[in-house]
């Protein structure tokens, strides 16, 4: 195989992991995961398990939020206890932190209003002590039907014409990486997303594949509630994914190859930490961090903001709450997160750009942050389909 075709195949490799495709990758079953396999003892700090009850839709915004809480990440040179005394002067109460990033997860007692969550948000962030301070809103996956058992990729491939079950690894010459695998060392991947599968028949979490690939995988529950039968059905926020999400972004890095079962995974040589969240800010930020602890390298967030939905028409540039709700406050908050994992772990971020059909800036969280040397830490992928004109030219980027 030719070295351009390598070098491309690497790229889209790390980058498609976080495709929000139904290409049922690697998804069946739903249901609550039992760790298949010791969860390593790393203590970060806690996180307050949400409470759908306390999620209130904020009518300015489209967002959903926590009603009673906010986000603090102070500033390095403000000491512990100046944070404790400032979270206490506006009636606070720590429910959340992680070690040593003086980043906290608060809740305000007597029952604020949204309008006063946000009118301290703000005052909080012209304060010289902090860093940044955000509302604990609530990120979403594109939901994923559960199609039962996944279709074998058994067709001839052709990276020329990608066509059939497996075009989608065609198209990123996936194939022509998987000639190099001999080379490739193992890589530590954690996945932040909910409705794990860690038992599926082709994650084969417990034993080691007969072409090398290891099967060494780690879980970490939430305490939220489950979702209801009928809360999808009604429209109703759920918040643990019985619809495999996870599973199926898990599925794509890395389910067994040749094992005549299900697909085949992106990623040979792996092992994936997979955190289940509950997917309020701070349980992603928490999740990221274990995952980081754990040695993992390459973080995936298959999750966004979704305003197009939120809001029931497209973010415009020039509607300022539009900017300042989707653009500047995260990337306030995450840019300020950021620069603390970049001066302790050595990682890249990728996350989905999102099902919208609109500019990836704003479906928050690290795709909102545009500083240039934070970027080189960040991977946004978009998607990719195959058309009539893709089939007879062959895949373009």
Known sequence: MKNPKFIISLIFIFSFTAFQISCGGGASEG??????????A??????EPLDPAKVVTDSQTGQQVIKDQILISFKDTTSENAAKT?????????????????????????????DQLKALVDQLNNDPEVEAATL?????????????????????????????????????YAPSAWDYNDLMGNVKIGVVDGGFNINHEDLNLSSNNANGAKG????????????????????????????NHGTHVAGIIGTLSNNAKGITGILWKKDLYLYRVDFQDYDIKYGIVWNLENGAKVINLSLGAYPKKALGREPSDTNQADVKNYIETPRRY?????????????????????????????????????????????ITAGAIEMNWWSWLTGPSY
């Not at 249901?31 to 390593?40: L, Y």
């Not at 979270?87 to 932190?97: L, M, Q, W």
């Not at 609530?138 to 990608?162: H, L, V, Y």
């Open 31 to 40: 249901g609550r995961s039992t760790p298949a396999g010791p969860v390593t």
């Open 42 to 47: 790393v203590d970060v700090g806690k996180v």
């Open 86 to 114: 400032k979270i206490a002067s506006i009636n606070g109460e720590i429910v959340g932190y992680i070690k040593g990033m003086n980043d906290f997860q608060v809740r305000i007692t007597g029952n604020p209003t949204l």
């Open 136 to 172: 604990n809103t609530i990120m979403q996956i594109k939901r994923i039907p559960d199609s039962g058992n996944d279709p074998k990729w058994n067709d001839a491939w052709n990276e020329e014409k990608p066509s059939g079950s497996n075009w989608r690894l065609e198209a990123i």
């Open 216 to 243: 060494r995988y780690y879980a970490v529950e939430s305490d939220a509630p489950d979702c209801g039968f009928w809360d999808g059905l009604l429209g109703k926020p759920c918040y643990k994914d019985h619809n």
């Open 334 to 378: 995450w840019s300020a997160f950021m620069k603390k994992l970049v001066g302790n772990y050595d990682f890249l971020i990728v996350q989905a750009a999102g099902n919208e059909g609109i500019d990836a800036k704003w479906s928050g969280l690290f795709n909102s942050i545009d500083d240039t040397n934070l970027r080189k830490r960040i």
